[in-house]
């Protein structure tokens, strides 16, 4: 998968050479993200922050994106949750709906996904750290997207990963859960 993934970006990269134009972005977010996978059971939808949204388009419909996102899970009938940090990057299709506004699909792969569980009512499990990887489909509505300033986006993306190994205490453990979330939400970006 690694290397389908440095195909890609090499690919994107070409496209850079002939580009007309390009354009970077940063920007910021803040949704609602489903719960799912072995993490279903016992937990709740939560809010999701995507911290740092980057873009680089190498021409008005090619570029490449790189996210990071944590998610907030309540435990129920506890004060304890789990967060879930995501790590990922992938190429960007922009597909233009106006001057204004455009649709970017942004398929990822999810390098680093990672688990943390805090919570006093929770104290027996506190010390167990998950990690993992996995794959993001993002979608987003942006507007104002035309030249350097201010837009915002409509988001909705599907991550699903797996949690393959783990630590308890300080020792690694190898772990088999599985994670997946639907995310909404907006975002606030600025184009240079």
């Known amino acids: ?75 129920e009938d506890t004060d304890g949750a789990i967060g879930i940090g995501v790590l990922s990057i992938g190429p960007m299709v922009s597909f233009p709906v106006g001057c204004n506004v455009s649709w970017d699909l942004k398929p990822q792969y999810a390098l680093s996904v990672k688990g943390v569980f805090t919570g006093d009512d929770i104290e027996p499990i506190n010390d167990i750290n998950l990690s993992g990887n996995g794959f993001l489909i993002g979608n987003s509505l942006v507007f104002g997207n035309c030249g350097s300033g201010f837009g915002f986006s409509l988001d909705l993306d599907y991550l699903w990963g797996s949690f393959n190994e783990g630590t308890l205490s300080g020792l690694t453990i190898d772990t088999d859960e599985n994670y997946n979330s639907f995310k909404i939400g907006i975002g606030l970006r600025y184009n240079f």
């Open 1 to 75: 998968m690694k290397k389908l993934l440095a195909v890609i970006c090499l690919a994107m990269a070409s496209f850079a050479v002939n580009a007309q134009e390009s354009k970077f972005y940063l920007g910021v977010g803040v949704g609602y993200a489903t719960k799912g996978g072995d993490i279903d059971e016992g937990h709740k939808s939560g809010l999701n922050l995507n911290l740092v949204n980057l873009g680089f388009r190498f021409s008005d419909t090619w570029g490449m994106t790189a996210n990071l996102s944590s998610s907030y899970h309540g435990i």
